[in-house]
Structures are given as C-alpha cells and as structure tokens.
C-alpha cells in the first residue's frame, strides 16, 4: 500500500485545515518545494497537491509553486487537485510534468466532464470523492449533496478513471481516526483502486488501512498527522509498503 504526503497550499503557503475550513488553517511552511523535498527524502514516491485558493475560486491559484515542486523532484509522481473545472488546466498541468489531475466539485456537478477527460486524458484522471454519512459534498465541502458516494463511484469507474480518492469530511484534519470502514466497502464496491484520505493519526491507523488492502485500497493520503508529528512518515511508508 502506498503512503502519500498532502501539501496543501493557500497563497503559497503549505498550511492544513481543519474539515475544509479556510478560516480554520494552520501554516507547516512557507516553502512548500522544501516540504516536498522533505518527504521525497523520507521515501515518498507520490505527492498529493491541493490548490485550496483554487479550489473555492474555481480555477488555479498556486500553480506556480505546483510547477515548481513537479521541476524539483522528477522522479516522483505528482497528483494535483483544486481547481481544476476544464480541459485547459488538465492539459497545463500535464504538460508540466504533473501525473494525476484529480476532478473534485465538478464530477459531482457535471458528470458527463469527467467522462469526457477520461477519455481525452488516459490514465491521468482522477476522482475525489468526499463524502459525510455517505453524501457527497462539494465546492470545498461547503455543500452537501443528495448523492451517494458509492453510486457515483461505480459512475466514474465506467467513465475510465484511474482512482477514487475517498475522502470522510467528518474526520479530516481531525486526527480522530481514519473511517476504514466507509473506505473498505467503497473498495469492495468498485474495481478500480481507492486511495483513502481523512483522519489518519497515527500507524494504528495505518495498521487498519493495511488490513483493507485487499478490498482494493491501494493507497493512503496523510496530512496533519505528519507535520504534527503523531505520525513518522519514513517509518509508516516502509510499514505499508510490504503489503
């Protein structure tokens, strides 16, 4: 299972929030390039890169330092969402070494999208699905839908993309825990992987995630926990990486 470092990133900054606030966020850096660094050294092999400004204004805001942190480290994969809502910014981003473009509020607002850039962009797409007592929630979890998560899910997964993120809004930033659960029978409802994200605190969180890897999780997304320190991210990747 492979663990992957959140940099989230509000004016430039890598800063986490708690459930999604923008007013509720705490600053890890201002040099977001050198906290990559810090876990690309630690072993990370992927990267998970959130525009937060991006994602309420609807389109980039901090895809300079995303370029910048892509020309830095090569070798590791990067997956970009926030903001991003049309071909021309899944392409810019592409273009600029990024591997996965992750769609967030507008798979869920205009599903045929998703189906379309799956199509144009093979193997590059992927879903964020974050979800609350098993809704959907979007624009920046601010609203809450009437659709299931499973249901889209099982949608995005005929339309061709390459992973559901499964994100449990409740439990983000929180570090109470990870829904494993919620996440596990999500995987068991589709065939294509589910990287989990949301809550994870410390390595029993990990334990319990690994334990879900055959369901069909294959990844896990931490944040919080790793900056704060309840978490050794080098010790957690090694320990998830053998199943």
Same mark, same amino acid.
């Given at each position: 299972?492979?663990?992957i470092?959140?940099?989230?990133?509000?004016?430039? &900054?890598?800063?986490?929030?708690?459930?999604?606030?923008?007013e509720?966020?705490?600053i890890f850096?201002?040099?977001?390039?050198?906290v990559?660094?810090?876990w690309?050294?630690?072993?990370?092999?992927?990267?998970?890169?959130?525009?937060?400004d991006?994602?309420?204004?609807?389109?980039? &805001?901090?895809?300079?330092?995303?370029?910048?942190?892509?020309?830095?480290?090569?070798g590791?994969?990067?997956?970009?969402?926030?903001?991003?809502?049309?071909?021309?910014?899944?392409?810019?981003?592409l273009d600029?070494?990024?591997?996965?473009?992750?769609? +967030?509020?507008?798979?869920?607002t205009?599903?045929?999208?998703? %189906?379309?850039?799956?199509?144009?962009?093979?193997?590059?797409?992927?879903?964020?699905?974050?979800? &609350?007592?098993?809704?959907?929630a979007?624009? +920046?979890?601010?609203?809450?839908?009437?659709?299931?998560?499973?249901?889209?899910?099982?949608?995005?997964e005929?339309? +061709?993309?390459e992973?559901?993120i499964y994100? /449990?809004?409740?439990? /983000?930033?929180?570090?109470?825990g990870?829904n494993v659960?919620?996440?596990?029978?999500?995987?068991?409802?589709? %065939?294509?992987p589910?990287?989990?994200?949301?809550?994870?605190?410390?390595?029993? /969180?990990? &334990?319990?995630?690994?334990?879900?890897?055959?369901?069909?999780?294959?990844g896990?997304i931490?944040?919080?926990?790793?900056?704060?320190?309840?978490?050794?991210?080098?010790?957690?990747?090694?320990f998830?990486?053998?199943?």
């Amino acid at each position: 299972m492979l663990l992957i470092p959140a940099i989230d990133l509000k004016e430039g &900054k890598c800063v986490r929030l708690r459930q999604g606030r923008m007013e509720d966020d705490t600053i890890f850096s201002e040099d977001p390039v050198a906290v990559a660094g810090k876990w690309v050294a630690a072993g990370a092999q992927r990267i998970h890169l959130v525009d937060l400004d991006g994602a309420f204004a609807g389109k980039p &805001k901090n895809a300079g330092v995303i370029n910048e942190i892509v020309a830095a480290y090569p070798g590791v994969a990067i997956q970009v969402g926030g903001g991003i809502r049309d071909e021309d910014t899944i392409q810019a981003y592409l273009d600029a070494g990024v591997e996965y473009v992750i769609i +967030g509020s507008k798979a869920v607002t205009a599903p045929h999208f998703v %189906r379309d850039v799956a199509m144009e962009f093979p193997r590059h797409i992927i879903v964020g699905l974050d979800a &609350k007592d098993g809704k959907v929630a979007t624009d +920046g979890w601010s609203k809450l839908s009437r659709h299931d998560v499973i249901d889209l899910a099982q949608h995005f997964e005929e339309d +061709g993309v390459e992973a559901i993120i499964y994100t /449990d809004i409740s439990r /983000d930033g929180m570090m109470n825990g990870v829904n494993v659960e919620a996440t596990a029978a999500l995987a068991r409802a589709i %065939r294509i992987p589910v990287i989990a994200s949301g809550g994870i605190t410390n390595m029993d /969180d990990i &334990k319990a995630l690994v334990a879900a890897a055959d369901d069909g999780v294959m990844g896990a997304i931490t944040g919080r926990a790793i900056y704060e320190g309840t978490l050794d991210f080098a010790e957690a990747f090694k320990f998830a990486a053998a199943f």
